[in-house]
């Protein structure tokens, strides 16, 4: 298999999206905090995904720091996607199952919670791919790892897909302000505090204005003045190593 038999259809830097809500007066945004939450999150794991097939296929197979960069950063998405599976099975499901009296969502979670567990395995192939081309160093194996992560993409891309359309306006119709606050209170991912920052500038890049201020609103204000004073620096400094280029925004 070549480079680019897996090179994905990510031809560069996304651009920023611009989502319904930010056409309309800010008086009348009222997409709750928990939907952005999950928004942002779904099009951070879904972008980056795609970005390490693109950077993975055009490395250098033998290149030992820069395989030690990208299996690093693929490791790290796959935690935060793991960890955001394993809150919403534990947590936010189970929270709206409480509040909300709709025949339609036990279907939906069963169908949700089938799909993860298959995209977790497909996230620890990921890794295990990582793991493979460090020891070999050479372009089939780096190929395997690209590969790998362009399916986890794929199939990231369609379930999130169906989430947002069937689950996400249950939550924005059921689940209670007080229930998500409590649950983001408690559901925190154990990441160093510069994956934090990192995690947390990767999910601003390109979310709509209104997301990104929802999410920025619901952080603590420490992490907020460390994010203006210097996180945000280093976050895209640690993008223009990774890809060779600055981030969208």
Do not use: K
């Amino acid at each position: 298999m070549t480079a680019a038999a897996v090179r994905s259809t990510t031809t560069g830097i996304p651009t920023p999206r611009t989502a319904a809500d930010d056409a309309l007066p800010t008086t009348t945004r009222s997409i709750p905090s928990a939907v952005a939450y999950q928004r942002v999150l779904h099009q951070l794991v879904r972008r980056e995904l795609r970005l390490l097939a693109d950077l993975a296929a055009w490395a250098p197979a033998d290149h030992a720091g820069r395989i030690t960069e990208l299996s690093r950063h693929a490791e790290l998405i796959g935690t935060v996607l793991i960890h955001h599976h394993t809150t919403e099975r534990e947590a936010i499901w189970p929270a709206l199952r409480r509040t909300a009296a709709v025949d339609a969502m036990r279907p939906a979670v069963d169908e949700w919670t089938g799909r993860c567990a298959r995209i977790d395995h497909m996230l620890r192939a990921v890794s295990t791919a990582a793991r493979q081309w460090g020891v070999a160093l050479t372009e089939p194996a780096r190929d395997a790892f690209a590969m790998a992560c362009l399916v986890a993409a794929d199939a990231v891309d369609a379930q999130t897909a169906e989430e947002e359309r069937v689950l996400l306006p249950l939550i924005a119709a059921h689940l209670p302000a007080e229930n998500w606050t409590a649950i983001a209170a408690t559901s925190r991912c154990d990441l160093p505090a510069r994956d934090q920052l990192l995690v947390l500038g990767l999910a601003l890049e390109d979310a709509c204005a209104g997301d990104r201020a929802r999410v920025l609103e619901g952080l603590p204000r420490s992490v907020r003045w460390v994010w203006r004073h210097g996180g945000e620096r280093r976050y895209r400094a640690t993008v223009v190593r990774l890809r060779g280029e600055p981030p969208a925004r």
